[in-house]
Structures are given as C-alpha cells and as structure tokens.
C-alpha cells in the first residue's frame, strides 16, 4: 500500500521560508509524477508544483512560479517544496500528491492524482 507522509509546514510572516518534504512508501512503479496541492478554506484544491520521476519536466502554478522550488530524490522517493518570499495568500492546507504516469506529469488537476498524503498546514500572516 501506497503512502505518502508530510512534512513541515507551519506558521511565518509574509516574505519568509518554510520547507515541505514528503516521502512515498510502498510505490509499486519507476515512472511516476509528484507533487504538492494546495486547498484554501472555501476554494478549491489547486496544482502548485509538480516534478516527473526523472527529475523533469517540472510545473510551477503562475502564482508561485520563481518563488516556489520542488526537488526529487528519486532513490528515497522523497520530494520536497522549499517556499520562499511567502505571502499570505499561500496560506492552507498543503498536500502531496503521486501518480503512476509515463512520460511526463498530467495535467496539474486534483483528479489527475490517486494517491494523496494527508495534509500540512502553512499560515503566512501579514
């Protein structure tokens, strides 16, 4: 059985660094894409970064695009999403996300991912 386990997360002021990290176990495939999802409360779960097992073929949402940076260490399967110059409006609920996939990542929509860790939280206060 797949599992995905968080880490990091927490509470900061705007303009400043937190680092997620999440380690799969259990995955039963060499091709595959990872990634981290972001849910707000009263909207939407939104695609912020996502990285294809080869280290490529990277995504960035437009909102945190040369702010936001997702590496893979493929021999843990760990990823991880260092955030810098955060602002409020990345607050919430940060989840990562695995697919089985050949060739690149899916589209980065929620529906596209089977595998969900459960969640941590990023407060980015004013």
């Known amino acids: 059985q797949v599992q995905l386990m968080e880490s990091g997360g927490g509470s900061v002021q705007a303009g400043g660094s937190l680092r997620l990290s999440c380690a799969a176990s259990?995955?039963?495939?060499?091709?595959?894409?990872m990634g981290w999802f972001r849910q707000a409360p009263g909207k939407e779960r939104e695609g912020v970064a996502l990285i294809y097992s080869n280290g490529g073929r990277i995504y960035y949402a437009p909102s945190v695009e040369g702010r936001f940076t997702i590496s893979l260490d493929n021999t843990k399967l760990t990823i991880s999403l260092q955030m810098n110059n955060l602002k409020p409006e990345d607050t919430g609920t940060y989840y990562c996300?695995?697919?089985?996939?050949?060739?690149?990542?899916?589209?980065?929509?929620?529906?596209?991912?089977?595998?969900w860790g459960q969640g941590t939280q990023v407060n980015v206060s004013s």
């Open positions: 996300a695995a697919t089985k996939v050949a060739g690149s990542c899916p589209n980065p929509w929620p529906i596209s991912f089977g595998m």
């Open positions: 259990g995955y039963p495939s060499n091709t595959y894409c």
